[in-house]
């Protein structure tokens, strides 16, 4: 964070001046640095990646992996800046040459001990507030996925172990638990 002058409150065009050798979320305003991920993370990233990926191929949804950025108050304050795990936008207005801007209709979080309240509590409201339709927590430890659909402006919650669970997002696609938590 040395690197960084220090103010009360950044914008993305002050993230945008930072060393990349480094990877931050802002959030309200305060940058928050991310951990290196995990290779048990980073190979539930690529399963759950490579099922979606294979799903939407050739369809007008895209998928996205980290590190990308996503501004979800890009016309209010542009202080919200998230690097979401995976992620999959629908409306190509949304993607610039830089980042998403907007709401993605699918985000995951892969949680790390250092990012559970952070994803579970603040993503979670975040992604509420900036209205993204589908938000799953997938926990490696636990082998559980909490899924949240946003319904008239709130999250409906289900939680799953095993099996295979509908993305509602996504008409027709499904995710193998069996291959996500093997």
């Not at 290196?36 to 539930?44: D, G």
């Not at 890009?74 to 690097?83: A, E, N, S, T, Y």
């Not at 992604?127 to 402006?153: C, F």
């Amino acid at each position: 964070m040395e690197a960084i002058q220090k103010k009360e409150k950044y914008t993305y065009a002050d993230y945008l001046t930072w060393d990349d050798s480094v990877r931050y979320e802002l959030v309200d305003g305060v940058p928050y640095a991310m951990a290196a991920p995990t290779v048990e993370h980073q190979r539930v990233s690529s399963e759950l990646h490579g099922q979606l990926w294979t799903f939407l191929k050739g369809k007008p949804c895209r998928p996205f992996t980290s590190p990308i950025d996503v501004r979800l108050n890009v016309k209010k304050g542009d202080d919200l800046v998230v690097q979401p795990d995976l992620l999959v936008v629908c409306d190509h207005s949304k993607i610039d040459k830089n980042s998403i801007n907007g709401a993605p209709d699918f985000i995951i979080e892969i949680l790390s001990p250092s990012s559970s309240s952070y994803d579970c509590i603040v993503k979670l409201n975040k992604y509420l507030d900036a209205g993204v339709r589908e938000y799953w927590i997938v926990d490696p430890e636990s082998k559980t996925v909490q899924v949240y659909i946003l319904k008239d402006g709130v999250y409906m919650n289900k939680s799953y172990e095993s099996g295979t669970i509908p993305v509602s997002v996504l008409d027709g696609c499904v995710i193998d638990l069996t291959a996500v938590f093997m």
